[in-house]
């Protein structure tokens, strides 16, 4: 339990025990009572705090990693800002490869926090060499003294989530859940979570939001890996083009599809009707809940539990960005938004 009064030994010290906090104004018309669990109280700013001291620490422990050593992993930004973060307080040298969706703020953070960091395309195969896993591995294989995360196929990811956030869930809410709701990309936290959950109370159901262009609702739905449901997409940290081993499938009852442009508009309307700074990858969360409540998932005694995953100074050139929005058809003209911003 982190005692936030205290002298703490470093900033790692402050990972984990994340506020749940009720929503209030943004689910005024829904059936039930709503929680986040809001990972962006973590130091690094996301719930990627989590798995990068996890897995690093068990690394240590294994004897796998010592002083001078490289970290390497692909990242779509918040796993490799924590992974950065730790490396830096542990002595460690860290690189990362992104792909081009990530944002600016994203890239330009990692680089500041350390990191050497590699773009690659993002609108390739897994099997392309230029793709950011393939990269990695690359990489990995040239470098003396390293260590690949690799978070997709890494049991450990579900493990930090299983050993951290599910007690901490389930302590908050004094174990009365009804739903459990995340994103999944890598799938370690929605998989984690659940399993732990489901433990303690095997009704919790779980729901995962994919993103459209992603395979993972379709996989959890009929075991195939369609490519026709392969296409480009914005949000970052949902979805995959391929099927990780750190998605535990079985664990998660159902799955919810988001748009780009409604993901966005939702990211904007809860912080401004919560108060909280949301990033892209929230948004999506809450797009998934108004859609849910349309089609009566909730009723009046639904106790629901939503992951916020990221903040959202990690979106400013996209999302609370006019022009970002308006460049990609997320706003029109007429969008007052555009004119928040007038200098005398």
């Known amino acids: 339990m982190i005692q936030r009064g205290h002298i703490h030994n470093n900033i790692l010290d402050l990972i984990g025990d994340t506020p749940m906090i009720r929503l209030n104004r943004s689910v005024k018309s829904f059936q039930g009572e709503f929680y986040a669990k809001y990972e962006g109280f973590n130091p690094g700013h996301s719930s990627k705090d989590r798995i990068a001291l996890f897995i690093i620490e ?21 796993t490799g800002f924590s992974l950065a973060m730790v490396a830096l ?14 944002s600016k703020d994203k890239i330009e953070m990692l680089a500041a926090m350390g990191a050497k960091v590699y773009v690659c395309p993002a609108n390739v195969s897994p ?6 896993i393939n990269f990695a591995k690359k990489i990995h294989e040239k470098t003396d003294n390293s260590v690949y995360i690799n978070q997709y196929f890494n049991e450990l ?3 930090a989530h299983y050993s951290t956030t599910g007690p901490e869930i389930w302590k908050q809410m004094d174990g009365d859940i009804t739903h459990f709701i995340a994103c999944s ?3 370690g936290t929605i998989s984690g979570v659940a399993k732990y959950l489901k433990e303690k109370k095997s009704n919790i159901k779980v729901i995962g939001v994919d993103a459209y262009g992603s395979v993972l609702k379709k996989y959890h739905e009929t075991g195939i890996l369609d490519p026709g449901e392969i296409h480009p997409y914005k949000i970052e940290g949902l979805g995959k083009n391929f ?5 535990k499938f079985e664990l998660i009852d159902s799955f919810v599809k988001v748009s780009d442009k409604e993901s966005a508009h939702s990211a904007l309307e809860l912080t401004k009707s919560e108060g909280i700074f949301l990033g892209y990858t929230s948004g999506a969360i ?12 909730f009723k009046k005694e639904s106790r629901v539990v939503v992951i916020l995953p990221d903040h959202g100074s990690r979106y400013m050139s996209k999302i609370y960005s006019g022009e970002w929005m308006f460049e990609n058809g997320f706003y029109d003209k007429s969008d007052t938004d555009l004119k928040k911003i007038e200098y005398i």
Not at 61 to 77: C, R, V
Not at 89 to 102: E, Q
């Open 185 to 187: 990309g890598t799938g």
């Open 58 to 78: 068990d690394a240590e422990k294994k004897g796998l990693i010592k002083d001078g050593s490289t970290i390497i992993e692909t990242t779509s930004g918040n």
């Open 286 to 297: 809450f797009q998934a809940l108004k859609q849910l409540s349309r089609n009566n998932e």
């Open 157 to 159: 990811n579900v493990d």
């Open 127 to 132: 099997e392309d060499p230029k793709s950011y």
């Open 243 to 247: 099927v990780p081993s750190s998605t």
């Open 89 to 102: 307080v542990k002595g460690y040298n860290c690189i990362l490869s992104v792909t081009d969706k990530s």
